[in-house]
């Protein structure tokens, strides 16, 4: 097993160190090499995704991330941003697939802004395109119009094969979450009532559907279900939708759950192969003050054993690890609550290896 270790910027190394602690504690046969990305590979070499750590990101077996980004790269031209590199790095390794649970651990919930028996029990998992739509459609650009004036463009794509294969991620998905006695549930969300692209997404959904008679597939606009999502979250189980609703929706289903500091998510290719991070950003306002919540980096590591690799054993342990850890009352302060026991992003990795 080759892991490739893409600690970027911000609280990224503090982090991405606590999980390959817990994965070192775990004896696996699995080498990592660590390499710079985003505004570490702009430093390191003038690019957010230099050519060696492409290089160990295409040789490995899967990637673990930290995050990318800073204030300070804000006046780059925009090619030599952080964010550019994590663009680059998802298209480059065909990553079409962004799963993110959103979970709510009993422990935190108080955590969450909503009240407790809206949230208690949540557990959905949204699935997000990740290589097309308006983020890659062509044309794009700011350019001047002839009466002088600005307008600025992008294009909003999808083809067939790119709607069909996401929907299959998420239907499969949904078959090995059914618990017994209950229907597998995919929610496909789109615009198509305004938006050619995703009235394309929805006929090539119910297409697909067919050959999923197990899981009920329902179909949601995208401004009803940001909606929904806060007034009844526990409608869900898993979410598929493109690349622009997606984000959206997945940041706001990830505060549900109280903490973004919580969240892990893994990107796929065709064949599993895999770039595992947390969901939130590099966070450089606490960067360097190890205060930062290593948790969503550690489960992103136990999704990568799930999805990668295979291990469901080992990436029940880490998330059992994580559970116990919460159980006994630690807590970084983001999710600090009265009477824990508040320790730093070490720590807080410490606790996990000892809960092993
Ligand atoms: P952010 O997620 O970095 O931070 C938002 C807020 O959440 C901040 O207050 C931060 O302190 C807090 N936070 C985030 N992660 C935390 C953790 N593990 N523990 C405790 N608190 C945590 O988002 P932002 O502030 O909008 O962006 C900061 C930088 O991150 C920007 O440069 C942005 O481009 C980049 N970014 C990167 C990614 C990525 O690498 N995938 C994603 C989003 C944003």
């Not at 097993?1 to 696996?28: C, F, S, T, W, Y």
Request: include cysteine; charge should be negative; hydrophobic fraction near 40%.
């Amino acid at each position: 097993m080759k892991l490739a270790i893409l600690p970027g910027d911000g609280i990224g190394p503090e982090i991405v160190a606590q999980a390959v602690k817990v994965l070192k504690a775990l004896n696996l046969n699995m080498t990592m090499t660590e390499a710079p990305i985003g505004g570490a590979g702009y430093e390191a070499s003038g690019d957010p995704l230099p050519d060696a750590t492409l290089q160990l990101a295409l040789d490995s077996d899967a990637v673990l991330l930290g995050a990318v980004g800073d204030w300070k790269y804000d006046k780059l031209e925009r090619h030599l941003r952080p964010e550019r590199g994590l663009l680059r790095i998802r298209k480059a390794l065909n990553l079409f697939a962004n799963l993110r649970p959103a979970l709510l651990y009993p422990e935190l919930a108080g955590a969450s802004t909503l009240k407790p028996e809206v949230v208690s029990g949540l557990d959905i998992m949204i699935v997000r395109e990740l290589t097309g739509d308006i983020y890659f459609g062509q044309p794009r650009g700011i350019s001047t119009l002839p009466n002088g004036e600005r307008e600025g463009i992008n294009t909003m794509r999808y083809c067939e094969s790119e709607i069909r294969r996401i929907g299959r991620v998420a239907f499969d998905i949904a078959m090995k979450r059914r618990q017994p006695g209950q229907k597998a549930k995919v929610c496909s969300v789109d615009k198509a009532n305004v938006l050619e692209t995703t009235e394309l997404w929805r006929q090539v959904m119910i297409e697909l559907s067919a050959e999923y008679p197990e899981v009920e597939l329902s179909h949601m606009y995208v401004d009803n279900a940001a909606m929904q999502l806060i007034r009844a979250p526990k409608q869900f189980d898993v979410m598929v939708t493109g690349n622009i609703f997606g984000d959206i929706l997945s940041d706001e289903a990830s505060m549900l759950t109280g903490s973004i500091g919580m969240l892990p998510s893994a990107s796929l290719d065709e064949n599993n192969k895999g770039m595992y991070e947390p969901s939130h950003g590099s966070a450089p306002d606490i960067a360097g003050k190890n205060i930062a919540n290593p948790l969503a980096t550690i489960l992103s590591a136990a999704m990568m054993l799930r999805y990668t690799f295979n291990d469901e054993s080992n990436a029940l342990r880490i998330e059992n690890a994580v559970k116990k850890a919460l159980a006994q009352g630690y807590r970084t302060a983001d999710i600090a609550t009265d009477g824990c026991k508040q320790v730093g992003c070490s720590e807080m990795g410490d606790a996990v290896v000892a809960a092993l």
